[in-house]
């Protein structure tokens, strides 16, 4: 029996993400490995709708598409100045990359008491 590669079109990108939506909040550790396979999946499913290939993203960015290919399957997580690169290269904002994350409320930090935070009441002033 052949395995079937998985994760070749856009649909079954989506499915894929999805699955791992549903798997968020088993533990902090799965939570960083989530993180890296839905943004890679990200990175994969843009790249897949822009027709590129990963050699071309690889060039783009100055690395191997060996090392796209590993962002792509979450083996590897991107530092901030690849994605935006990628962001450039593929015309798209960054937070296309973060979309599952915020249209699932997902969060990193554990509710406190009556489910928020003591923040300071004061706005953050930036100086």
Not at 79 to 95: A, F, R
């Amino acid at each position: 029996m052949r395995n079937r590669q998985v994760n070749t079109n856009v649909e079954e990108i989506n499915h894929s993400i999805d699955n791992l939506v549903n798997q968020w909040g088993i533990s902090a550790d799965d939570n960083i490995k989530i993180t890296h396979k839905i943004i890679g999946l990200q990175i994969k499913k843009i790249r897949l709708i822009r027709g590129k290939t990963l050699t071309k993203c690889g060039n783009a960015l100055g690395i191997s598409y060996q090392q796209v290919q590993k962002y792509e399957k979450g083996y590897n997580s991107t530092n901030p100045i690849p994605l935006l690169m990628l962001c450039e290269y593929l015309t798209v904002s960054i937070d296309y990359f973060f979309q599952p994350f915020i249209d699932n409320n997902l969060t990193f930090l554990r509710k406190r008491e009556n489910n928020v935070y003591p923040f300071k009441t004061e706005p953050y002033l930036a100086r």
